[in-house]
């Protein structure tokens, strides 16, 4: 392992006092100060003490402060290491291919995204009936360093107006803006503020969009809680915007979507208070007095549209079948009492979307997909033939279109757009991406390993082909486990640079995870959180015991909640890996709730106030809570936003602060907190390869094994 103590003389320029060679175990002396408040809260007559809350505190100078040292300190660490200069030329020599999407048709265009290969944002293209091809909306000119990102565009019913989101700095917080199309002008239209939101058009008349109320304090960190579905009438201000759902005190809930059926007879209008469990409502276009009917009123279910034919709506529901099944209503009487089984719930996770004027449900098997047509009686039509085991994209089109299109990818095969004739099911190569990266070099292999309690939970292993099972293979140990999100196998060119330079990456299906239906999700959810970290240590014993890595040469990573999954892991086994990378992390147990929309995680992981059984559960794993002094905790790189504002980067500045001053190891303790950032999408092309260069160069100067640097190409 390369030492901490190579670099302490460039770093110790930031400490009061010099280090000598004996200084190396007292580390909390050149880390960046930060001064501890006496703060603490009681919870059912525990006080908890929280020296570091300061810190959440955006708008504050001292915490703008401290962001300016922490981000100084982790510059002047990677300072005397070239590796980083190394490892982005590598990353860019893979990243830096043509890559597209999946086109769709909208009014009398084909539009798809595109980018020629470093650009920091995908450009939206389209063709004419003539096959011309033009630029139509390019995000990278609406900032020079790419930090503002299209979010989202829907089209009016005719094709004539476009309405796009944008995002400043990663922001969850969206500007939108209105388009013609046809001479790419801007309308005066525009709206602010906008969050969590689609954009659904009532044919060409306007949008409807979803919003909180303008936060008190700071944009970024204040709580979100009433959700509001406002309609926006085109070539009107939105101060004239009305409110169609959520202005009454039955109807505040904390998320509030909408759509509208493709022939613009039906609104839908699904709301909910957490992550999972939502009401679905219906208002009728056609009606001269329109009014909300209810679809489901039961906040314990999730119910959602798949899809309409005249007055038939099809939906998706985990009501009695825990791994979905589609039933139909009549809009004139949509409750769920008088519902039709169409597609009854299959033994894998179904994942049904409709184009073209089929139905094509997605079976998830072992987190390996499966497609099968249906016609909308319900009858199979086929299996659809994939070209190989990996993850396929929804098949997509609109209901009258012939040509239909997906695309395939696994860990080691970049995504390929296929288009679809759902008449005679054969699919054909539409866009086969160009990289230099030979997937036939590698292999993943699916494994079965069992965990604390005797369940067996999937992991997907993918390495180079010709390994050798010795237990030098530095190996990235991915996951995620929480809201009934699954992993299933998606190409990234950052792991293929980590394949090509012979590490190893292996993705476990833990639970928590959305893999094998609802039950699989509730036993890693709030008194069963447990069952999620000891998955992960299981996995991580896995590969160390059959050979695939050791501790010395092993890395933790996860985002979002998968970082709360690598801050609990690496608290309670510290010395099961080397390093530990939890990224935009849940990392304080006690408050995330009290942040933003955090109050709607509550369905995963409960909250510190409901009981003192909870309190004292979330107490028992919360990863800020459980660093204990004169622990060696692993080599550990902290990531977080500064424009976070969905997981807030508090959690992160807390953890970060109470890890440097409890390490008793010369192991290192960082944070690299990115300004104009947020969760993560929108994420420039340029922040993204600078991100991975330093993490990666970060593993190398920590695993035991950094055979890696002299594989890298000069």
Same mark, same amino acid.
């Given at each position: ?94 990243? $830096? ?174 709301? =909910? ?13 056609? $009606? ?32 009695? =079948? ?124 699916? !494994? ?55 590490? !190893? ?62 801050? =609990? ?32 995680? =509550? ?112």
């Amino acid at each position: 392992m390369r030492k901490l103590a190579i670099i302490l003389i460039s770093i110790s320029l930031l400490s009061c006092e010099q280090l000598s060679k004996n200084d190396n175990n007292n580390l909390e002396s050149i880390y960046p100060m930060t001064k501890k408040v006496n703060t603490s809260d009681l919870y059912f007559s525990k006080e908890i003490q929280d020296p570091y809350r300061w810190l959440e505190d955006d708008l504050d100078e001292e915490t703008k402060s401290w962001i300016e040292d922490q981000n100084l300190f982790t510059d002047k660490y990677f300072e005397k290491s070239d590796s980083k200069e190394q490892i982005k030329r590598g990353l860019k020599q893979i990243w $830096d291919y043509e890559k597209f999407s999946s086109p769709f048709k909208e009014g009398n265009y084909i539009y798809f995204f595109k980018n020629s290969g470093l650009q920091n944002q995908s450009v939206l293209y389209r063709k004419d009936s003539q096959g011309v091809e033009e630029v139509f909306l390019d995000p990278n000119s609406l900032s020079d360093d790419g930090t503002i990102s299209l979010s989202d565009i829907s089209f009016s019913k005719d094709g004539s107006v476009a309405a796009y989101a944008i995002s400043d700095g990663g922001s969850d917080w969206r500007k939108v803006f209105f388009l013609d199309t046809e001479g790419k002008s801007l309308l005066s239209d525009s709206l602010i503020n906008v969050k969590f939101s689609s954009l659904s058009w009532k044919s060409n008349e306007g949008i409807y969009y979803s919003t909180y109320d303008a936060p008190e304090g700071s944009e970024l960190s204040s709580l979100n809680n009433n959700h509001k579905l406002y309609f926006h009438k085109l070539g009107t201000t939105q101060e004239k915007d009305q409110i169609i759902f959520g202005n009454k005190a039955e109807q505040k809930r904390r998320y509030v979507s909408s759509s509208v059926t493709e022939d613009q007879k039906y609104l839908i209008i699904s709301a =909910a208070n957490s992550t999972s469990g939502n009401e679905l409502y219906l208002i009728n276009h056609l $009606d001269k007095n329109p009014k909300i009917k209810t679809i489901n009123d039961n906040l314990s279910i999730d119910v959602y549209l798949l899809d309409s034919l005249d007055d038939e709506l099809f939906l998706v529901t985990n009501d009695n =079948a825990d791994n979905q099944k589609i039933i139909s209503v009549q809009a004139k009487e949509p409750s769920l009492d008088k519902s039709k089984d169409l597609i009854p719930e299959q033994t894998s996770v179904m994942s049904p979307n409709s184009s073209g004027g089929f139905i094509f449900v997605e079976l998830m098997q072992d987190a390996i997909s499966k497609t099968f047509q249906y016609d909308f009686s319900g009858k199979l039509i086929r299996e659809v033939e994939l070209p190989g085991i990996g993850s396929v994209s929804p098949i997509s089109g609109k209901r009258e279109d012939e040509e239909l299109f997906y695309s395939f990818s696994n860990y080691h095969t970049p995504p390929t757009i296929y288009s679809f004739d759902p008449k005679s099911g054969i699919s054909k190569i539409y866009f086969k991406p160009k990289i230099n990266f030979d997937p036939e070099k590698y292999i993943s292999e699916q !494994v079965f390993y069992t965990s604390k309690d005797g369940t067996k939970v999937p992991m997907i292993i993918t390495y180079k082909k010709g390994l050798s099972k010795n237990g030098k293979n530095p190996t990235i140990l991915y996951g995620y486990g929480g809201f009934n999100i699954s992993l299933t196998p998606n190409f990234s060119s950052i792991m293929a640079y980590w394949l090509e330079k012979g590490g !190893v990456y292996a993705v476990p299906n833990i639970r928590g995870g959305g893999e094998y239906g609802k039950k699989w999700h509730l036993s890693g959810t709030k008194m069963n959180k447990q069952n999620v970290f000891d998955d992960f240590i299981y996995a991580a014993r896995f590969l160390i015991s059959e050979g695939y890595t050791k501790s010395e040469n092993l890395i933790l990573r996860g985002g979002s909640n998968g970082g709360l999954l690598v801050g =609990a892991v690496m608290t309670q086994e510290p010395q099961l890996a080397r390093v530990a990378l939890p990224a935009v992390g849940v990392l304080d147990m006690l408050r995330y709730h009290k942040f933003t929309a955090g109050a709607g995680w =509550a369905y995963d992981y409960g909250t510190s106030d409901e009981s003192e059984e909870m309190f004292n559960y979330l107490l028992s794993y919360s990863p800020l809570h459980n660093i204990k002094d004169e622990v060696s905790y692993p080599a550990t790189l902290i990531t977080t936003g500064d424009h976070d504002d969905r997981v807030v980067p508090a959690h992160s500045y807390k953890f970060a602060a109470t890890l440097q001053e409890a390490n008793s190891s010369e192991n290192p303790i960082l944070i690299r907190i990115e300004t104009q950032a947020g969760h993560g999408a929108g994420t420039p092309t340029e922040i993204i390869l600078d991100s991975y260069s330093e993490i990666f160069s970060f593993i190398l100067l920590n695993v035991e094994n950094n055979f890696l640097t002299t594989q890298i190409s000069p």
